[in-house]
């Protein structure tokens, strides 16, 4: 009867600190344990898969239990080390955590803990996995885990020490597996090959590496099972490649070479060729994520060693990945491997993978050539150039002089609107067709202003500022009124000028009064508060001012002073352009809805202006008379006739 083949994992698995691989440190550590006979009653040994956990509890136990021991190298011949090579061991339990889990079997482990070791002086107990144990069977082991009998020793492996409890990592002495380096990897890989006559290049040997991302069991793994496939011939990279169903090198080469040259069609035809290979979608992604990783990579190293050593390629690929890049900005490859990354979760849960592929492709090779980002930020000069000033956004054509042109580019672009200041009253205008409404102000606190010719069109235009007056008795609503013509939102404006009262305005504070609740609390609203808080420190010209919101009844509304004479609505210049004008009229119908708190929808833009725009001079009849309401009506009704001048608008 022939002999099982045993896999070279397993094979060549290491039986002594000396043949473990990458973990220097740990070895160090462990060693000098042993010799200094301070050997710990727990262990957890943590790391990624296939780093030499398992492995490195087992050489504990063969060194603990040796018949020469304690000992760094165990003979091999004595019991209990050959039944540990063989694993099977008495005095050495291996119990599997992710089918071993539950409270039964920690308590399992407690009941035979006491017996003492057979042939061997320790009774070592190998937990794999740990991580998987439940809440109730780490806290059975716990007591017993901080003091267990002098002749047992726990030994804790697992690939997610997060998931260990705190209480069980502070009772075991920690050692933190790195991932083995990729020389050590074809280090191992070419000895072993040399023993086993694998005819392999060392290219190859590099490419199993790179795959195993540090894991020794999978480099040995994929080495065990690409040596079959051809005894007379030496395996190349490209048959490690299609043994993993990987891109190599030279296909990802020229697929992005056709991606960075907006080349569709050559790069369509390169993935149907790949596809048809037997290639999956999600695969292919990958592959084409890593190689501009790579790419990148390349792009910001100036070492080629270093480059080397983070991408792991041969000098004539980085040469070649050197290349392509200079044609690339680094913003570019970013987004690249961004549509990448998109396409990739696409194609994970989609049915037809092959579509959202072609459709990845398509953008990528399609848009890849957009302009780099110093390219637009030169573009974006040239325009702060030209529209440093509200003249520069006329729809008319506009003579910018030379000076301006030669002046200092600037760091960033004002809005244009915020250029524009209090409205400007023009009588005569011959330009315009759409009527223009007079400013609320009146007529003996507005300067006159004249049309500004085209040679000073670059200044801004005077502020039109009510004159300042301290808030004293019969002129409070005057300097109310003054605080009203510097809200510049005419939706805010208009709410405290016909729903508030002012009750006290100096330049600590200002205080207004409502006779509803719900005005109460929108007045409190940072979109209503906030201009008018602005707007009473730019009249008072103070740094802060106190903005005080009061519920007040009705009766004491009348007794405060009278509502100040704003006769119509002041409107934005007419130099605006119709969209500006478009998108103030739909803020004065947001802020209406928000007011009325209903889905009413206003379509006459005509009335609204006619509902916000009293002409009478009388301060009082702006008011809807408060006993001409019909008491019956709802809460919401009753505010609309307030809010609209006693006019009710019906759904």
């Known amino acids: 009867m022939t002999q099982r083949y045993l896999p070279l994992y397993r094979k060549y698995r290491p039986q002594s600190f000396k043949d473990l691989i990458g973990q220097e440190n740990i070895v160090k550590a462990l060693t000098n344990a042993i010799n200094l006979n301070k050997i710990s009653h727990a262990y957890l040994l943590c790391g990624p898969r296939g780093t030499g956990k398992t492995t490195t509890a087992r050489i504990i136990a063969k060194s603990l239990n040796c018949a020469k021991g304690p000992t760094l190298e165990p003979c091999g011949e004595c019991p209990s080390c050959k039944d540990i090579a063989n694993s099977t061991p008495i005095d050495v339990i291996e119990i599997d955590a992710a089918s071993n889990r539950k409270v039964e079997d920690a308590r399992n482990i407690l009941e035979k803990i006491q017996f003492v070791p057979v042939n061997g002086r320790f009774k070592i107990y190998i937990i794999d996995e740990v991580h998987m144990l439940t809440t109730e069977a780490f806290n059975t082991l716990l007591k017993t885990l901080e003091e267990p009998p002098e002749n047992v020793i726990f030994i804790l492996a697992t690939t997610e020490p997060h998931k260990v409890l705190d209480t069980i990592i502070s009772r075991c002495q920690r050692f933190d597996f790195r991932r083995i380096t990729t020389e050590d990897i074809v280090a191992r890989l070419k000895y072993i090959s040399e023993q086993e006559n694998i005819k392999i290049t060392e290219e190859a040997l590099f490419t199993i590496a790179r795959s195993s991302a540090g894991g020794m069991r999978d480099s040995l793994a994929l080495l065990d099972q690409i040596s079959v496939l051809d005894a007379d011939k030496e395996i190349t990279p490209d048959d490690v490649n299609e043994m993993l169903g990987r891109l190599s090198f030279e296909t990802l080469f020229d697929i992005s070479s056709a991606i960075t040259d907006s080349d569709t069609q050559k790069a369509i035809t390169l993935l149907d060729s790949v596809y048809n290979k037997g290639n999956e979608p999600f695969q292919i992604i990958t592959n084409l994520i890593q190689y501009f990783r790579n790419l990148l990579v390349v792009k910001n ?43 990739s979760k696409e194609i994970k849960e989609t049915t037809n993978r092959y579509l959202w592929l072609e459709l990845c492709i398509i953008e990528l090779s399609s848009n890849v050539k957009f302009s780099s980002y110093s390219q637009l930020l030169e573009r974006i000069e040239r325009l702060e150039a030209g529209i440093s000033t509200p003249s520069a956004v006329q729809s008319v054509p506009v003579s910018i002089p030379q000076q301006i042109m030669a002046a200092p580019k600037p760091s960033f672009v004002e809005p244009v609107q915020s250029k524009i200041e209090e409205p400007i009253i023009q009588k005569e205008q011959t330009q315009h067709t759409e009527p223009v409404i007079e400013s609320p102000v009146k007529e003996a606190e507005i300067q006159p202003v004249t049309q500004h010719s085209e040679s000073n069109s670059q200044q801004n235009s005077p502020v039109v500022e009510p004159q300042r007056q301290t808030a004293s008795g019969g002129d409070i609503a005057s300097v109310w009124s003054g605080i009203l013509q510097n809200i510049t939102s005419i939706p805010s404006r208009m709410f405290f000028y016909n729903l508030s009262r002012p009750l006290e305005l100096t330049p600590e504070g200002i205080t207004i009064g409502f006779d509803k609740e719900i005005f109460v609390k929108q007045a409190q609203d940072n979109a209503k508060n906030a201009p008018l808080k602005k707007a009473a420190m730019a009249y008072f010209s103070v740094d802060d001012i106190n903005v005080h919101i009061k519920l007040v009844a009705p009766d004491e509304m009348n007794k405060s002073a009278a509502k100040p004479a704003l006769e119509k609505l002041e409107r934005k210049p007419s130099v605006q352009s119709n969209q500006n004008t478009f998108a103030q009229k739909e803020e004065e119908e947001e802020s209406v809805a928000l007011i009325i708190n209903d889905q009413t929808s206003i379509t006459d833009s005509n009335a609204d202006k006619k509902n916000f725009t009293n002409n009478s001079n009388n301060e009082e009849s702006s008011l809807p008379d408060k006993n001409s309401i019909p008491a019956n009506i709802s809460d919401r009704s009753r505010m609309v006739m307030e809010l609209f001048n006693g006019k009710f608008i019906d759904k």
């Open 301 to 343: 190293c100036t070492d080629r060693k270093i480059a080397a050593e983070l991408t792991q390629l041969s000098e004539a690929h980085i040469l070649q990945l050197k290349e392509q890049s200079q044609n690339l900005e680094p913003e570019q490859i970013l987004y690249i491997i961004e549509r990448l990354s998109f396409y």
